[in-house]
């Protein structure tokens, strides 16, 4: 027997299964790095001196990197919305551009990070620097699982389309609320951690 | 299941050959998604953890018995580095202790609880053909899997498991041996397959119910079910935060939970500084005390359905119970400092938190005395799930109630480090959950094999762990009051004050042992059952809800046709109709 509504919309709910199982996996999420800006904001209060971020952290690479994440979210739609209009090689043009930015991200943060342990500036040193590396390593964990659920469906994945083209854009859809997401998570971040 | 048990079953198979292509022995028993497979799956390896657990426990009851006595027979297995001479080293009474605990909360009740039963149950009772994601849900089985090898394979790491509690209070946690990490790391593999079971079975429930199964026509263990499942989803993350800064803390030196000048030993401790102790105390039972319903809301849904059922009468009051189970959910997320009077919080947050735990209480009382008031004028079938599920009633209700004094400030901290508090726990999860969870083994085996238990061997079962189980635990609230704390590895032998109670110690542990004893005409009923168990038909205790309805064992993809549902859950002696009950399903 098939599971029911992985395409079709359930009348009553008015909702796929997946687009269910993305958002309370995103409600999850939310409580996941809600956990951690509360922590930041207990660990900061209870301290006698916090650093301004921009004393510690470039800035200018940050908004850059702020930049490419908002771009990638715009290709992202732009990709799922390709599909809605049927037009499958504008996909593969947009989703391939969503996984760049994504590379990008990646790329400049790395020279952040090492930049930071070539200074001497790691983890361990204080607790500004402590919170700083969990959440945006967490936060970059978030985007290579986004960047590889992407990859999956401009490769092996998109066979999906040939065969059942409604659900494959479903599926493309889902990954794209949480690349959203990983999204909004930075542009909180951004602001916490650079700017305060 | 060695020979075509009934018409039914052969019938089934047909329709299932019809429908799939035979599935090898790897798919179909190992890396299954059929969900009945992997809630078979998660609830046999929930009971071999709760073995374990119970084993690593009657070792602790021993030296709490008989401090530094060496330990007749098995004394010497344990090495000289845990036993020498057969008496245990405190380092070892901490390792147990701290893995008891993680056992039988992560690896083995939840497991059994919500992966065992609301795999194998819930779909069956909503008409479902399987859960919603099949995949993820064999990724959540695996996922667990791996998070209880780590645990296990923690014993054999240098200088042992971890040995900082079950709550792993920081710093202590933080400055503990490698067992501590392998605990996160543990921690983290469950935490994941909690989450991906949460979305499954959340998904499953609203979208794959029948037809005509609206909300108000669910059983009660599916809204039981519903409400634990938003709990493990929201519940579960700040934990994993909280063990990712605390696996940090560890492994890259960071100070989360390290407050400045930290003295260990006498020497202070090259760090940081600058974090809190208390963080981890407040994500942790932020987690910590929604599992507290995890563990009893399931319990409570099977008590329901083996109540209902047993006494032929409706559920008394079932709207109310469903709106109190739902407000138990909310109210579950804002009481969890009440774990931490005695961390020296201000009155306003006292008096905030215990407020908060009063108003919780009331939901539990009102479904406690529904499922009391159900009894009332039914014609009671005492087979042995409905004396399990009796045994609940006065077992949870003496574990509940004695939790109102812990969750006052001023009476929890006279009493909060005492056995008392072990006492209260033990009574609402041991003889109250765990009592329930053998209620829906007993209950539901027929579904999952075509073949029922036998009854002499679950009376002997039931009345010997009904006795035991108050010889342990009702002499340590007598402890507790007399001021022994919970956390002394000789069980309070050197304290002048605990000498007048120090005997109760040796009459709960003779009770663990002899429960050990009486658990064993149920390991012996339940495999002999399978094989050997009288042979039922679909529906053996005249049950109303839809799972009843599917043939037993249900075949792949569960019913021959999909069914729809007609009505409520418990229509049972209904006036005027021709049977005792009018199953859901019926048209």
Known sequence: MEIPYTVEVRRDTGLTNGKIGIWLFLASEVMLFGALFASYILIRTGAPTWPRGDSILNVPLATFNTIVLITSSVTMVMAWASLMRNRFSTFRLYMGATILLGGVFLVVKYFEYSHKFHDHLFPSTNNFLAIYFTLTGLHMLHVMGGMAVNAYFLGPGSKLWKTNPEWFTNRVEHSGLFWHFVDLVWIFLFPTLYLL | ?587
């Open chain 2, 1 to 587: 299941m060695s020979e075509p048990t009934s018409v039914a079953t052969p019938g089934a198979h047909v329709s299932h050959e019809a429908h799939h292509e035979e599935l090898g022995f790897w798919r179909k028993y190992v890396f299954s998604t059929d969900h009945k497979v992997i809630g078979i799956q998660y609830g046999i390896t929930g009971l071999l953890f709760l073995f374990f657990g119970f084993c690593l426990m009657m070792l602790m009851r021993w030296q709490l018995a008989y401090p530094g006595a060496p330990l007749p027979l098995i004394g010497a297995l344990f090495g000289e580095s845990r036993m020498p001479g057969g008496s245990m080293l405190p380092e070892f009474y901490n390792e147990l202790g701290a893995m008891h605990g993680t056992i039988m909360v992560f690896l083995g009740v939840v497991p059994l609880a919500v992966g065992g039963f609301g795999n194998f149950v819930v779909p069956l009772q909503i008409g479902a053909p399987d859960m919603a994601f099949p995949k993820l849900n064999m990724l959540s089985y695996w996922s667990f899997f791996l998070g209880g090898v780590t645990m296990l394979v923690s014993f054999f790491v240098p200088g042992g498991a971890a040995q900082s509690g079950w709550t792993s209070y920081a710093p202590l946690a933080v400055i503990a041996g490698t067992g501590q990490t392998m605990w996160l790391i543990g921690m983290i593999f469950l935490i994941t397959s909690s989450l991906l079971g949460a979305i499954n079975f959340i998904a499953t429930i609203i979208q794959l119910r029948a037809k005509g199964l609206t909300f108000m026509r669910f059983p009660f263990f599916v809204w039981a079910q519903f409400v634990t499942a938003f709990l493990l989803l929201l519940a579960f993350p700040p934990l994993e935060a909280a063990g990712v800064m605390q696996l940090m803390d560890r492994v890259a030196g960071t100070s989360f939970f390290l407050p400045s000048g930290l003295v260990v030993s006498g020497q202070v401790l090259e760090h940081a500084g600058g974090g809190n102790p208390l963080l981890w105390q407040h994500l942790f039972w932020f987690l910590a005390h929604p599992e507290v319903y995890v563990l009893i809301l399931p319990a409570m849904g099977i008590v329901a359905e083996v109540i209902a059922n047993n006494t032929r009468k409706p559920l008394w009051g079932y709207r109310s119970m469903v709106y109190s189970l739902v407000f138990l959910g909310f109210m579950s997320f804002v009481v969890w400092a009440h774990h931490m009077f005695m961390t020296g919080m201000g009155t306003a947050m006292a008096a905030f938190f215990q407020t908060t735990t009063m108003i919780i209480s009331i939901p539990s009382v009102v479904i406690l005395t529904a499922l009391i008031i159900s009894l009332w004028g039914g014609s009671i079938r005492f087979n042995t799930p409905m004396l399990f599920a009796l045994g609940f009633l006065p077992m949870f209700g003496i574990g509940g109630l004695t939790g109102l004094p812990l969750g006052l400030n001023v009476a929890d901290i006279p009493l909060h480090d005492t056995y008392y508090v072990i006492a209260h726990f033990h009574y609402v999860v041991a003889p109250g959950t765990i009592f329930a969870l053998f209620a829906g083994i007993y209950y539901w085996f027929p579904k999952a094999t075509g073949r029922r238990m036998n009854e002499m061997l679950g009376k002997i079962h039931f009345f010997g762990s009904f006795i035991c189980m108050n010889v342990v635990f009702m002499p340590m609230f007598w402890v507790g009051m007399a001021g022994v704390s919970r956390r002394l590895f000789d069980g309070g032998e050197g304290y002048q004050f605990a000498q007048p109670v120090l005997h109760l110690n040796a009459v709960s542990s003779w009770g663990a042992w002899t429960l050990a004893l009486f658990q064993l005409p149920f390991i012996f009923n339940f495999f002999w059952s399978i094989r050997n168990g009288e042979k039922t038909d679909d529906n053996p205790w005249q049950a109303t809800t839809i799972e009843w309805s599917a043939p037993s064992p249900p075949p792949h993809g569960n019913f021959r046709v999909s069914p729809q549902a007609y009505r409520g859950p418990y229509e049972y002696s209904v006036p005027g109709a021709a049977k005792d009950f009018v199953a859901q399903s019926e048209a």
